[in-house]
């Protein structure tokens, strides 16, 4: 097996073109919890960047951590450095990072149940100072991208499916007219013809609108198939990383992620997959 050294493709782009940079952070929760452990990665303008691993790998820490939300739940970055168009960003509070131009949507939704779907939608822009003109556009293009939005905008966002709460999530992201979107688990709880279609838009957001994503994903297939690059986590740390079509085909990957090794999977926890790990941290 190539090291991970050797097998990782570099994103093509050049220093000038990353949005985002994580550099070797380290997250720890109530002084005590040690959940990042030196995670590094980096987002192109204008791509579409997977984050993937199983549950409590670390994924949604590593999101919280570029939007400033981890003080809420006693969380604070301990080391390493964040930038976001080239500027520090550990120390800006999650609205003002918002006001830059990134934004994260949360893992589970999190509508505003009680106002209707376009009232969740005009919540989005409660930053901008562009007037009433300019934010009537960008909520035209929110349901141009989301039909169901627009049948929907009466209904209570809390009697609404999980796709279309997912859909308002993503379209109240848009309305701050970010350059940038940290998704959270958006395939979850979902039927898989809904991923698709959400994945879609996402898809075509990314090549008309310009905006870059970080998405953190169990779905890893889906993910790969909608990205271009992509880096695996496991216990807090980057494991794998590398472009996305090389990341499906790599047997570790396919085995242990995509779920095509057949009858002789293996576990996790036994000695081959601890084996696997030692190489692809060599």
């Known amino acids: 097996m190539v090291s991970a050294q050797a097998e990782k493709a570099e994103p093509k ?29 980096e987002v192109p303008d204008g791509g579409i960047v997977a984050l993937l691993g199983a549950n409590g790998a670390g994924k949604t820490t590593t999101l919280k951590a570029i939007s400033n939300l981890l003080r809420a739940e006693r969380g604070e970055v301990t080391k390493g450095t964040i930038e976001f168009k080239g500027e520090r960003i550990e120390k800006l509070t999650a609205n003002a990072l918002v006001t830059r131009g990134c934004i994260q949507v949360m893992e589970g939704r999190h509508c505003f149940e009680h106002l209707t779907i376009e009232e969740n939608l005009l919540t989005g822009a409660f930053t901008r100072k562009d007037g009433r003109a300019a934010i009537a556009k960008d909520l035209e293009m929110v349901y141009n991208y989301f039909p169901r939005l627009r049948e929907r905008r009466s209904a209570l966002a809390g009697y609404t499916s999980g796709g279309e709460q997912q859909m308002c999530a993503i379209g109240r992201a848009l309305m701050s007219r970010p350059e940038m979107i940290l998704l959270d688990e958006p395939s979850m709880g979902l039927a898989p013809q809904l991923v698709e279609e959400i994945f879609e838009i996402v898809k075509q957001l990314n090549t008309n609108e310009g905006v870059s994503f970080l998405l953190a994903e169990q779905n890893t297939n889906v993910a790969l198939k909608y990205a271009t690059y992509g880096y695996i986590l496991e216990n807090g740390r980057v494991v794998l990383d590398g472009d996305a079509k090389a990341l499906r085909e790599n047997e570790d990957v396919k085995e242990f992620y995509l779920g095509v090794a057949g009858d002789d999977r293996k576990s996790f926890r036994n000695v081959k997959h601890y084996k696997r790990r030692k190489r692809w941290l060599a």
């Open 13 to 41: 782009s050049d220093a000038k073109n990353i949005v985002l940079t994580v550099n070797n952070v380290e997250v720890i929760y109530d002084h005590v919890i040690l959940v990042l452990k030196g995670v590094s990665l």
